[in-house]
């Protein structure tokens, strides 16, 4: 008996730990230029916050955040959970750096490894492959991307390769420069797709060589912003920042080509723009896809044809805030978190996973200028 209660204690830890996440929101700290008053126009953000989530909830308990970290925008996870790469959006020339900090897993309590350069300006994206041995920065104003080998210690080596993007886009206003915006591992992370905003081209990189094995042409205008691919590992779907499209490719695991299936429209068709949507996501059950439309304050919500990959448009589910700069998903699917940049809060949405659609829960975070949520 002695025997049996124990192990019935040892299911329901197991599934309260399964049932519990660390969430991790990127902020801006500060929205100004940073380059003679390091205090202009500071948020009050402290950096990166870190939260408990409950799945059974959808309650998010606030455990721990920085100090003295400047704009840490995005955010990776290494595999395993026992390390954080954040990406430094300096607004300073030749500034942005890439920050390493170890997690302890049972307070939520970030500690500061070390930080190296990204070797650009205003890195908005970071990535590690699925080995946890490799890690990408995104230089958006820069128009750059580097490949670092991440050593026992979990810092970033001597860059393997630093590329930098030449030309201009379509659109003077916004496409006058390169703008990598993100850098993306691939199935089994065999390729890295980076997404050039100001190019309009997805580049596929070999990522033991850092080589740019072909490059994808987006329609002009379009400015490409975030890649997602399918669990399946057979699709993949961008979404256009300026052109309010996700396009829908079959990826090629032999070259790392994408081949274009679709581009449907991330808004109503009554929208009249200009658009500029943020993030893209499958759900882990691959039924359905979630795109944020900033402009118009919305979560646009496809269901996924299997054996195609097709989109098919179910909705728009406002995000109750301002500047929805990006979302994510629990692990099960059924919790959708969107982090309102000007509203200071991150709303949290129950989604039924027979329809798709997500509901307001009711809870809403307070947290100053969040641009990025990472769940483990």
């Not at 992370?189 to 490059?215: F, K, N």
Request: hydrophobic share 30%; with cysteine.
């Amino acid at each position: 008996m002695r025997w049996l209660t124990l192990f019935t204690l040892l299911l329901i830890a197991g599934f309260t730990r399964a049932q519990s996440h660390l969430l991790f929101v990127g902020t801006y700290t500060n929205t100004g230029n940073l380059g003679d008053n390091p205090n202009l126009d500071s948020t009050g953000s402290k950096g990166i916050y870190v939260y408990r989530f409950d799945a059974t909830t959808g309650k998010a308990t606030r455990l721990s955040h920085t100090r003295d970290v400047c704009n840490p925008s995005y955010l990776a996870i290494a595999p395993g959970g026992k390390r954080l790469y954040s990406c430094t959006e300096s607004r300073m020339k030749e500034k942005g750096s890439l920050s390493v900090f170890d997690i302890d897993a049972k307070t939520g309590r970030l500690s500061l490894i070390g930080k190296v350069s990204s070797l650009g300006d205003n890195p908005a994206y970071v990535a590690v492959n699925t080995a946890g041995n490799q890690v990408t920065v995104a230089n958006y104003t820069g128009g750059s991307y580097t490949l670092y080998p991440i050593g026992p210690d979990g810092m970033p080596g001597k860059p393997q390769t630093h590329t930098q993007h030449f030309g201009k886009g379509f659109n003077p206003a916004r496409q006058e420069a390169p703008h990598v915006h993100s850098a993306v591992y691939g199935p089994d992370s065999r390729y890295l797709y980076v997404q050039d905003l100001g190019l309009d081209q997805i580049a596929v990189v070999s990522p033991s060589t850092g080589e740019e094995v072909s490059q994808i042409k987006t329609p002009p205008g379009s400015g490409p912003r975030h890649l997602s691919f399918h669990p399946n590992g057979k699709f993949a779907y961008l979404i256009e920042e300026m052109g309010g499209y996700v396009d829908v490719y079959r990826y090629e695991p032999s070259t790392g080509g994408l081949d274009s299936l679709q581009r449907i429209a991330a808004h109503p068709d009554t929208t009249k723009g200009p658009f500029r949507s943020s993030d893209i996501h499958v759900s882990p059950d691959g039924r359905f896809l979630y795109a944020g439309n900033r402009a118009e304050t919305t979560i646009a919500i496809f269901s996924i044809e299997p054996s195609t990959g097709l989109l098919r448009p179910l909705g728009y589910v406002p995000t109750m805030g301002v500047e929805p700069r990006n979302f994510t998903l629990d692990p099960s699917g059924k919790w959708l978190l969107v982090a309102n940049q000007e509203s200071d809060t991150i709303v949290i949405f129950h989604v039924d996973t027979q329809t798709g659609m997500p509901q307001p829960s009711g809870r809403i975070v307070k947290v100053p200028k969040p641009t990025c949520l990472k769940m483990e």
